[in-house]
């Protein structure tokens, strides 16, 4: 088994369109890639959490890399393995110096029935 890594998924990034009659803004969904990102599961305990403070079940935790400058913000979609999962709740990031290895944020995922395949 070789040294830790992740792999690549798809990051639903919002650009902006113009506005609409009201001048409200408006965006278009692009997907964009996004290199050595850990996927794992959520222990127990953190889909307890979820549940409780989101209402919602973890189905994957993603690890981001350190200096990532993407969007996770909550309502997001990416895609994986096929799949496509919407991002909830808030990312947690750690101080990079004191942070091991290569991943410094994470943000929980949940199934949103879609696949991609």
């Known amino acids: 088994m070789g040294p830790l890594h992740g792999m690549t998924i798809q990051l639903e990034v919002l650009e902006p369109t113009g506005t609409d009659s009201f001048n409200a803004p408006t965006y278009s969904s692009v997907w964009t890639d996004v290199a050595d990102v850990i996927v794992g599961q959520p222990t127990d ?21 350190k200096g990532d400058t ?18 909830f709740g808030h990312s947690v990031r750690g101080i990079d110096d004191l942070v091991p290895l290569r991943w410094n944020q994470k ?5 949103n029935g879609t696949y991609t395949d």
């Open 45 to 65: 305990q953190e889909q307890v959490d979820a549940m409780n403070l989101y209402g919602r079940k973890a189905v994957y935790i993603l690890g981001i890399p």
């Open 70 to 87: 993407h969007d996770w913000t909550s309502g997001r979609h990416v895609r994986f393995w096929g799949e496509e999962f919407r991002i």
């Open 107 to 111: 943000v929980m995922v949940e199934g």
